[in-house]
């Protein structure tokens, strides 16, 4: 099947616009995952869904910063009123929650977020 | 979760064996050690995981020292498609949780 799909694969905004970022987990999925990757730096976690709850959000960097999951799939991360320090791939990864065993997270591409 | 340390680079010839180091002295009894790499434009792609036990699956080979203070991760016939920025992690047993990278080693496979 299909993996995780993630669009746009680029943007481009102006500071202080809005952005809003999806992500198709794979079919089935309990848990998805948002990460955020500055240049040259490895994924740092932004927040986490099981489901449509959202259990941690400790990751995200300010208040500007949103996620959803409404029905429990299709997720939108939005970042209001971009500022340059936001610009940075944003990863989606989605995985199964199998009680005791180790859950293999699946990444999309990433959307590559470029503020002028 | 335990941090792990990993050099920043290193490179090999193609065809030969990758032996990719990290150390991660301060892990905890209920906490496996994970790969992932993470090729150029990509998202990062799971590769191994274990416990104590040395692993092997069709991508790699973990070896996992005996104090489990330290891992390398063997990628037996390295191709140029091996070149990637690859990741240790170290994550509690059972924890559908979140994966703390590092910066990574970056691999390159050399013509």
């Known amino acids: 099947g299909a993996g995780v799909s993630q669009s746009p694969r680029y943007k481009v905004a102006k500071r202080g616009q809005d952005v809003a970022l999806r992500c198709d987990p794979i079919s089935g999925h309990v848990s998805l995952f948002w990460y955020q990757q500055a240049l040259g730096q490895g994924p740092e976690f932004l927040t986490y869904f099981q489901n449509e709850a959202q259990l941690d959000k400790s990751g995200l960097p300010s208040d500007r910063f949103f996620a959803e999951r409404p029905e429990g799939s299709v997720s939108t991360l939005k970042i209001q009123r971009t500022q340059q320090e936001d610009s940075a791939v944003y990863l989606c990864?989605?995985?199964?929650?199998?009680?005791?065993?180790?859950?293999?997270?699946?990444f999309g591409p990433g959307t590559r977020l470029t503020v002028l | 979760d335990a941090k792990t340390t990993q050099p920043p680079s290193m490179d090999c010839a193609e065809g030969r064996a990758a032996n990719l180091p990290c150390n991660h002295s301060?892990?905890?009894?209920?906490?496996?050690v994970y790969w992932y790499r993470q090729i150029h434009s990509q998202g990062p792609q799971y590769i191994i995981h274990?416990?104590?036990n040395n692993e092997t699956n069709e991508m790699a080979s973990l070896i996992i020292t005996e104090d489990r203070k330290s891992s390398t991760l063997i990628l037996p016939h390295a191709t140029l498609r091996d070149t990637a920025v690859y990741y240790c992690i170290v994550r509690k047993i059972g924890a559908n949780s979140k994966l703390t990278f590092g910066k990574g080693i970056t691999l390159s496979v050399r013509p």
């Open positions: 301060t892990i905890s009894g209920n906490e496996y």
């Open positions: 990864a989605s995985s199964l929650l199998l009680a005791g065993g180790y859950n293999e997270q699946f």
């Open positions: 274990g416990l104590k």
